[in-house]
Nanobody
Framework: QVQVAESGGGLVQAGGRLTLSCDAF????????TGWFRQAPGKDREFVAH?????????YADSVKDRFIITRGNKAKNTVYLQMSSLKPEDTAVYYC???????????????????WGQGTQVTVSS
């Protein structure tokens, strides 16, 4: 079992910055990859960014490319950060962190590609 916890959400003005953190606790070596997804009211959960731990491949949704950066932090806690800049009101959503715990995932932009999820953290961008 792996526990996933996000933090860092909040209210920010359009054009501002915010950094989200994701920690994964549980089995040793329990994270092969981490993904960020988001879900706005009335919409499906959508892919935002992905990073793998073995080779540090990074992928982004077109809507956030060049504005968001996903990076790795403390390996002991499998920490991953999502640095968000030039935020827009349409970035408002609950942001979820997810981990692939049993091996690398090919479905890195799909919710099916991850094994454990956090509870989510709200990001609100005011215009």
């Amino acid at each position: 079992q792996v526990q996933v916890a996000e933090s860092g959400g909040g209210l920010v003005q359009a054009g501002g910055r915010l950094t989200l953190s994701c920690d994964a606790f549980g089995r040793a070596g329990s994270t092969y990859a981490t993904g960020w997804f988001r879900q706005a009211p009335g919409k499906d959960r959508e892919f935002v960014a992905h990073i793998s731990w073995a080779v540090s491949n990074q992928y982004y949704a077109d809507s956030v490319k060049d504005r968001f950066i996903i990076t790795r932090g403390n390996k002991a806690k499998n920490t991953v950060y999502l640095q968000m800049s030039s935020l827009k009101p349409e970035d408002t959503a609950v942001y979820y962190c997810a981990v692939a715990a049993y091996g690398p995932t090919m479905a890195w932009n799909s919710t099916r590609g991850y094994d454990y999820w956090g509870q989510g953290t709200q990001v609100t961008v005011s215009s």
